[in-house]
């Protein structure tokens, strides 16, 4: 596997399940992060890991609750979602968070879809 | 005001033909540009970065004006397969947080 992995690719689920998202990133990375694409609007950022710490929670709704285990892997867990949720959920990482010049990659996404 | 604001487009051009599309941003501590590629339900992708004395790659310059905020693309001998859309982002040094425009999208037909 190279770049940046995301499983599931598509996720249906209803409004009281609990599923989890899952990233991957092989490039040896020290950030990675969650992004939110809804529909005709901008990248979302959601949270930032820098070393397996969380260094950003952009206001994010309790009920997105994300884990970073290790370097490599990002999770993001989801329960009593609503049906606004529905979107492109993005994962991504960079070399590290302060280059000047920190391109991030990213993972396929997972498109969600809440009943 | 948005932090990167673009012309949705959609931009139409003929194949072979020469298209150009701009993008503001309102930081003016912003230090780093980019302009990543976003194909339909597909994730962004990095085309290139920008510059500050303005680069090219291949058929793609993209050019950067600190004085009046704005970043732009052109794409020169336009191929159907340059069809997406193209996101503006920029960033600030030492920040880890992208900010990303909605996306210019540009149609070549044959």
């Known amino acids: 596997e190279t770049g940046v992995t995301q499983t599931p690719r598509h996720l249906v689920m209803g409004m009281t399940n609990k599923k989890s998202l899952k990233c991957e990133q092989h490039?040896?990375?020290?950030?990675m992060y969650w992004y939110k694409q809804s529909a005709k609007k901008p990248l979302e950022l959601m949270f930032v890991?820098?070393?397996?710490?969380?260094?950003e929670n952009n206001s994010v709704p309790s009920r997105f609750s994300p884990e970073c285990p290790n370097s490599s892997h990002l999770f993001l867990h989801l329960h009593t979602l609503q049906p606004e949720d529905s979107a492109l959920y993005l994962c991504?990482?960079?070399?590290?968070?302060?280059?000047?010049?920190?391109?991030?990659?990213f993972g396929p996404g997972t498109r969600l879809t809440v009943l | 005001r948005k932090e990167v604001e673009q012309d949705p487009g959609p931009f139409n051009v003929p194949e072979g033909a020469t298209v150009a599309f701009n993008c503001t941003y309102s930081?003016?501590?912003?230090?780093?540009f980019f302009w990543y590629r976003q194909d339909c339900r597909k994730e962004p992708k990095l085309l290139m970065s920008?510059?500050?004395s303005g680069n090219e790659d291949g058929r793609f310059t993209a050019q950067l004006n600190r004085a009046s905020q704005y970043i732009s693309l052109l794409i020169r001998d336009s191929k159907l397969s340059d069809s997406a859309t193209y996101l503006c982002?920029?960033?600030?040094?030492?920040?880890?947080?992208?900010?990303f425009g909605a996306g210019t999208t540009v149609t070549v037909r044959a």
């Open positions: 982002v920029v960033n600030r040094q030492g920040d880890y947080k992208l900010s």
């Open positions: 890991y820098s070393l397996e710490e969380r260094v």
């Open positions: 991504a990482s960079s070399q590290d968070q302060t280059g000047i010049y920190n391109e991030q990659f």
């Open positions: 920008v510059y500050s």
């Open positions: 490039l040896g990375h020290n950030a």
């Open positions: 930081n003016s501590a912003s230090q780093s």
